[in-house]
């Protein structure tokens, strides 16, 4: 497996990591708080950490929903972060001529599930020389990934990752962890979607989900060997501006990174 790094973090050689944080930057002040505590906790448990938040919602349920700040500000508040605490940062590119300005801010560039086929898109990512992690469509099977994974790698950038986020199974998604190894056969770092693959799309105004199966699905990815997990975390879920069902609480965090850790050494130890 191709070993990607991500500052002093690295997928495919055994580690951990969590890439984690609130769905939508909410305000400065908000995501360097969330960034500070949940550094905080993964350094006293020793895993690696990259924060996730995004600068703009572009596939929300309803029109008036909340997006995110402005571009400039977004980028700018993802800056703060990483200079400030020192952390990796990721979020979401939705438009090619976005790429470039992204990625002068932030360590890895995400691609949403819906956009894995946009050829234009991962072209665009691929040639900041950056990480790209590609989210695996809802509809997409695990092993057509690597037609994404092909592109980004046709603009001459192999630091790609992978990331499983359920599957379409009627109105819902449901977890295929058979997906985990699949997509490992690409050669690339696969990691787990745990909260937006506990979500319940629906005729709702706003997406649904089942906070209580994370821990759950979590686990099982662990025991089914994927290299790193990813969660949008949330000090107040129920207040969160996006994804308000499926944000882990950032006070139940700690003990639910030590239940995954046993999980991990029980695997690694196999």
Same mark, same amino acid.
């Given at each position: 497996?191709?070993?990607?790094?991500?500052?002093?973090?690295?997928?495919?050689?055994?580690?951990?990591?969590?890439?984690?944080?609130?769905?939508?930057?909410?305000?400065?002040?908000?995501?360097?708080?969330?960034?500070?505590?949940?550094?905080?906790?993964?350094?006293?448990?020793?895993?690696?950490?990259? %924060?996730?938040?995004?600068?703009?919602?572009?596939?929300?349920?309803?029109?008036?929903?909340?997006?995110?700040?402005?571009?400039?500000?977004?980028?700018?508040?993802?800056?703060?972060?990483?200079?400030?605490?020192?952390?990796?940062?990721?979020?979401?590119?939705? #438009?090619?001529?976005?790429?470039?300005?992204? /990625?002068?801010?932030?360590?890895?560039?995400?691609?949403?599930?819906?956009?894995?086929?946009?050829?234009? #898109?991962?072209?665009?990512?691929?040639?900041?020389?950056?990480?790209?992690?590609?989210?695996?469509?809802?509809?997409?099977?695990?092993?057509?990934?690597? %037609?994404?994974?092909?592109?980004?790698?046709?603009?001459?950038?192999?630091?790609?990752?992978?990331?499983?986020?359920?599957?379409?199974?009627?109105?819902?998604?449901?977890?295929?962890?058979?997906?985990?190894?699949?997509? +490992?056969?690409?050669?690339?770092?696969?990691?787990?979607?745990?909260?937006? /693959?506990?979500?319940?799309?629906?005729?709702?105004?706003?997406?649904?989900?089942?906070?209580?199966?994370?821990?759950?699905?979590?686990?099982?990815?662990?025991?089914?060997?994927?290299?790193? #997990?990813?969660?949008?975390?949330?000090?107040?879920?129920? +207040?969160?501006?996006?994804?308000?069902?499926?944000?882990?609480?950032?006070?139940?965090?700690?003990?639910?990174?030590?239940?995954?850790?046993?999980?991990?050494?029980?695997?690694?130890?196999?």
């Amino acid at each position: 497996m191709i070993k990607v790094a991500v500052g002093k973090v690295t997928y495919g050689d055994g580690q951990l990591p969590l890439i984690g944080g609130p769905c939508v930057i909410e305000s400065r002040d908000h995501s360097l708080k969330m960034a500070e505590s949940i550094l905080a906790i993964t350094e006293s448990l020793n895993i690696p950490f990259i %924060f996730k938040s995004s600068f703009d919602k572009a596939n929300r349920s309803a029109s008036g929903s909340f997006r995110g700040p402005a571009f400039e500000d977004g980028l700018e508040i993802l800056s703060d972060v990483k200079k400030e605490l020192g952390v990796p940062v990721l979020t979401d590119v939705h #438009l090619p001529d976005q790429c470039l300005a992204v /990625s002068e801010v932030v360590d890895v560039l995400q691609i949403p599930a819906f956009l894995c086929r946009q050829t234009d #898109l991962l072209h665009a990512a691929g040639k900041t020389g950056k990480v790209v992690n590609i989210k695996k469509g809802q509809f997409l099977a695990p092993d057509k990934m690597r %037609f994404a994974a092909e592109k980004v790698l046709n603009t001459g950038n192999n630091n790609i990752l992978l990331t499983e986020r359920g599957s379409s199974f009627g109105y819902g998604l449901v977890s295929d962890m058979t997906s985990i190894p699949t997509m +490992q056969n690409t050669g690339y770092p696969v990691i787990f979607d745990a909260t937006h /693959s506990a979500q319940l799309p629906g005729g709702e105004q706003t997406t649904g989900g089942n906070r209580k199966i994370i821990p759950t699905i979590a686990k099982a990815a662990i025991a089914a060997g994927c290299d790193g #997990l990813f969660m949008e975390i949330h000090d107040k879920p129920e +207040q969160a501006k996006s994804d308000a069902a499926t944000q882990w609480p950032l006070d139940k965090l700690e003990s639910l990174l030590a239940s995954i850790i046993k999980v991990h050494e029980a695997v690694k130890n196999d």
